[in-house]
Structures are given as structure tokens and as C-alpha cells.
């Protein structure tokens, strides 16, 4: 019970220190979002339509509905959501920000937004993990083995191939300091368990899908 306590702290201080970052350097969200219109949600469809056209004006956030669809895009789920990750925006739609104010930005905000990521990076772990998928993010990594059995090469193969999709553009020396500062830790704490190897990208994904990076554009 207290590694588990412990494990959840050292989660949700990546979170943190991850968002904190994006708004110290306001860094404008990737060229390859998609962003969606103003549209409240998703309504009841598996699909998600994605519009290519974005505000012009710098470090704008994202509403509810975009922000439900970029997740969506970079991960390549866009084509087929989950009950799952609809069951999960109707859950935290409201903690997310209605408008594109960066005023909106608050820690229940980021809570939300880090949730829901949770949902998009299960479901691409899902997807990519699957005998013969074609792997864009996690090249390298054995899900079905140990921390032991898989190494600190895939993970920074995998941090790097997230930010650049996820952020389109390469991860920067401090954001890779502090994931890989997360992976040391992670890895001499989190035990032998297969499951582990799975957990650890699950929430190093997470972090990086709900950074303010993917909220802006």
C-alpha cells in the first residue's frame, strides 16, 4: 500500500512538472493537429470528424470537444472511439475548459485532462501492442516482459517519437532530464510484474498527451 501511495505521488508529480513546463515556454501546440470546431462533444458517434483549420492566434486553449479530438488524432483513434473514452469525456467534460482562455488553465483542469489522456494512451497501448501492429511509439518495447527485459533505449525511443507526435517537434533536453529522472525511479521502485512495463508507459504517455502543449495550439 505505500509503494502503491508512493508510485501515485511520483505520477502525479510528472504530471505536474510536465504541464508546468509548457507554460514557462509556451510553446505552440503541433502543426499536426487537426482541431476540431467550437461543437460541444462528441454527441453519440464512434467517430470523430476533425477539421483542419486552427485560430491564429498564438497560445490558445483548447475546448472541451478539441481537446477530446486531438487526443484522439495523435493516437490514431480517431476513426473508432471507444465507450470507454466517450463514458470518460461525458465524466470530465466539465472540468475542461469551455472557452479558449488560457485563464481557464487550473488544477482540476489538468486532473481532467490527464484522465482522459489515460483513456487514449490505454487504448493506443491497446492497438500497438497487438501481434503485427505497425508501431509508431513504442517501437522496442516488450509489454508482455519486465522492466528487466525491456530497457532505458526503448523508453527514450518512445518519449522521443511522443513528443514529436504529440507535440510535433523533439523533446528538449529538460523534458527528457525529468522523464528520464521518472523512468530511474519508476523502474527501481515498481517491482518485477509485467503489468509494470505497461503501467510505466501508460502514465509517461499520459503526462505527455495532457501537457500544455496538446491543450494549446
Not at 529538460?174 to 521502485?189: M, P, Q, R
Request: hydrophobic content about 40%.
Amino acid at each position: 500500500m505505500m509503494k502503491m501511495k508512493l508510485k501515485t505521488r511520483r505520477i502525479a508529480t510528472l504530471i505536474v512538472v510536465m504541464f508546468g513546463l509548457g507554460t514557462m515556454h509556451f510553446n505552440c501546440a503541433p502543426s499536426l493537429f487537426e482541431a476540431a470546431d467550437n461543437s460541444t462533444g462528441p454527441a453519440n458517434t464512434q467517430s470523430v470528424d476533425l477539421f483542419s483549420s486552427q485560430k491564429t492566434s498564438p497560445w490558445v486553449l483548447q475546448n472541451t470537444f478539441q481537446v477530446f479530438s486531438s487526443f484522439a488524432n495523435v493516437t490514431g483513434q480517431n476513426l473508432l472511439i471507444s465507450n470507454t473514452q466517450l463514458q470518460e469525456y461525458d465524466a470530465r467534460t466539465g472540468a475542461l475548459s469551455q472557452t479558449d482562455k488560457l485563464s481557464d488553465v487550473n488544477a482540476p483542469l489538468q486532473l481532467a485532462a490527464t484522465s482522459l489522456a489515460g483513456e487514449f494512451c490505454s487504448g493506443l497501448i491497446a492497438r500497438e501492442s497487438a501481434g503485427g501492429a505497425t508501431r509508431k511509439y513504442f517501437n522496442g518495447v516488450n509489454f508482455g516482459g519486465t522492466l528487466a527485459q525491456n530497457n532505458a533505449t526503448s523508453f527514450a525511443s518512445s518519449i522521443s517519437a511522443m513528443a514529436q507526435g504529440f507535440w510535433g517537434r523533439a523533446i528538449k533536453p529538460e523534458e527528457e532530464s525529468i522523464l528520464n529522472a521518472y523512468y530511474t525511479d519508476f523502474v527501481g521502485t515498481a517491482g518485477t510484474a509485467a503489468a509494470q512495463t505497461r503501467n510505466l508507459y501508460l502514465s509517461t504517455c499520459s503526462a505527455m498527451l495532457a501537457s500544455f502543449d496538446t491543450l494549446t495550439y
